[in-house]
């Protein structure tokens, strides 16, 4: 009696046929991903200082910012080419500097960041900067190209463990699987104008981790079955497991959504975008578990995984 769950999110002995919507399933990731990678290209994404490089100001204002005395006060600085914008609450302003280059570029940039103070100071009494921060052209460069490698190995990692532990089929359609799920994680940026940076990339890690074992937690349960009903076709079979795993599955990611979730709402502007990101990769990764990884090893595998079952 005391082991019984006390919550599930489908009755046992569930039978829904996911495999009957594996080609509508399968037709909207790929419609999504071309998509996001046109939106990769046109508008692109928001680069953040990691990799973009510049100066980052943040500053808090007593009530609503006035965008228009800072702007002013920035001009009476010498402080010509600096973006504002609001962040967070009313209150909260971001200014962006190009990094000054050649000689003396550190004492140069001191000097900047010095005069915006004083300009954010004379624009609203009372103002505090919070942070200023800058990344060279250099570093930035060095950083995107470490951040793409981690993404690019982390991707052959999960391809060469789930080669070792199941078949390749199950690798090949978990990767491209993972692929499609990155994609609609760029194309969510871009929609959303969140800066990719370097906690975006420990973000996008983080999906890429949760979705593999999302997926793990199917495949072995496949793979039991396969040896358990040997007669059984492999497109009931994937449906079988789909439902004896859904309970687990909605559990674990309604537990992290749920953890991610506060974050999102009332974690301020340095945690909220790798939280929302968080919670768009959970649900991506979830339903593609379903929808995308499993109609992937039905095409895949249909011919030769029953065959080596029967064997």
């Not at 070792?164 to 090949?172: G, K």
């Not at 929302?276 to 995984?305: D, H, N, Y």
């Amino acid at each position: 009696m005391f082991n019984r769950p006390l919550l599930r999110f489908v009755r046992p002995g569930t039978r829904i046929a996911f495999m009957r919507g594996r080609f509508a399933g399968l037709l909207t990731s790929a419609v999504l991903s071309l998509a996001s990678i046109g939106l990769f290209f046109y508008p692109g994404l928001t680069l953040g200082l990691d990799f973009r490089g510049g100066i980052v100001v943040e500053a808090r204002t007593q009530g609503p910012a006035d965008f228009g005395k800072l702007r002013a006060a920035l001009a009476q600085e010498g402080v010509t080419a600096a973006g504002l914008q609001s962040f967070g609450g009313p209150d909260d302003v971001l200014i962006r500097l190009d990094t000054p280059t050649g000689d003396g570029a550190e004492a140069r940039t001191q000097a900047l960041v010095d005069h915006v103070r004083h300009a954010v100071s004379a624009a609203q009494p009372g103002a505090q900067v919070l942070r200023a921060d800058a990344v060279g052209a250099s570093v930035s460069g060095e950083l995107f190209r470490d951040g793409m490698l981690a993404l690019g190995l982390s991707l052959l990692m999960i391809l060469g463990y789930i080669w070792i532990r199941f078949e390749w089929e199950f690798a090949v359609s978990a990767v491209l699987t993972l692929v499609l799920d990155l994609t609609k994680t760029v194309g969510f940026l871009v929609l959303t104008h969140f800066e990719f940076d370097l906690v975006m990339v420990a973000a996008i890690l983080t999906i890429l981790g949760y979705s593999t074992n999302d997926k793990v937690v199917v495949y072995d349960r496949v793979r039991e079955n396969l040896r358990k009903y040997r007669t059984m076709p492999l497109r009931e079979l994937i449906d079988l497991s789909i439902n004896e795993t859904l309970n687990r599955t909605l559990g674990t990611s309604s537990t992290v959504f749920l953890a991610a979730l506060p974050l999102a709402l009332f974690g301020g502007a340095s945690l909220s975008g790798f939280a929302w990101v968080m919670l768009f990769g959970i649900v991506v990764g979830t339903s593609s578990s379903i929808f995308i990884a499993a109609p992937l090893l039905l095409l895949m595998g249909e011919k030769r995984l029953r065959r080596d079952a029967s064997r």
